[in-house]
């Protein structure tokens, strides 16, 4: 670090939508998880004086021997509105011109929220580094118009997500912790097929431009799976919120976001002893999640899904908790 500069740091992780992917941009209720175990570190180093000039981005990546190696990389577009956004929200005189480390283990096109997590740990980072002292509605802002530009289109599901600990519910403009009446695991699985939510995201909008009622009928069907399975998940149903996680996969797959190795991995999750599976994000390949009662059942059907097709697999433990609004 060059003498007279100085560095920050923010951090975001990864999540899951467990329903109402899509369907929440058109108004739907969505239900996210956190996956604390995915990290996201951003590091801003720089001169907080200096707003001339250029950032530059590296990425941290394992090297060979396990050490963190970092490669340049062009400082992508959604960074570039987001450094711009910042510096009117700060009140500076141009955007700042910084060197932007990211070193992120939410693997990209997953549909695990990486963009999201990205822009939430340099939004911090930022905040950190100029002692903006930003509130959440102003980090949630700023994350937005990253997602934005990254997706095409954005429900602020991801953006929320990437900086909650605790299950989020996101429906009608209003954010809360959703009650969970019994504590179950998560497994997720990577399809090493590489989704793109811009890509499903512009096919949904132009399908639905073509038939609005078939618009209509997604969102009518997701928002009755997602109010069904609130109940479930509150009364500790775990074997009937299984059923329509697995439902809504279905749904999604009938709108052709769903690929053959994701299907595949659903069906290899549900013989192994899940009760649902359904893929997760944007689709068109990505992760699928698996909802299981016990660590023990998480661990058998992670090890049958890896064991079967080298897919890379997390396990999230979801607690028991009452509900309550966010702040």
Known sequence: MAQGQRVATGEAHGKAILLGEHAAIYGAPALALPLQELRCRVTVCGSPASTA???????????????????????????????????????????????????????????LGSSAASARALVRALDAFFATGLDEQTIFDLVQVSERSAHGMA?????????????????????????????FYLVVADSGSGGSTRKAVGMLRDAFAR????????????????????????????????????????????????????????????????????????????????LTTTAAQAASVSTTLAGRTGARTWIAAVAKEAEHDCP
């Open 211 to 290: 038939n609005p009622k078939g618009r209509t009928r997604f969102v009518h069907r997701s928002t009755a799976l997602t109010e069904a399975a609130l109940e479930d998940l509150a009364a500790g149903r775990l074997p009937a919120l299984g059923r329509h996680l697995t439902d809504c996969h279905a749904m999604l797959a009938a709108l052709g976001l769903t690929t053959d190795r994701t299907n595949a991995l659903v069906h290899m999750a549900l013989d192994a002893g899940a009760l649902g599976a359904k893929m997760t994000g944007g689709g068109l390949g990505g992760c699928v999640v698996a």
């Open 155 to 183: 429900s602020g599901i991801d953006a929320l997500a990437t900086g909650s600990e605790r299950p989020i519910l996101l429906a009608g403009g209003r954010l809360r912790t959703p009650s969970v009446g019994s504590g």
């Open 53 to 111: 000039g250029a950032s530059r981005l590296y990425l941290a990546t394992p090297g060979p021997q396990g050490a963190a190696e970092e490669t340049a990389r062009a400082v992508p577009e959604e960074f570039l509105l987001l450094l711009s956004a910042f510096a009117e929200r700060a009140g500076l005189g141009a955007p700042p011109a910084v060197d932007i480390r990211l070193d992120s283990r939410v693997p990209p096109s997953s549909g």
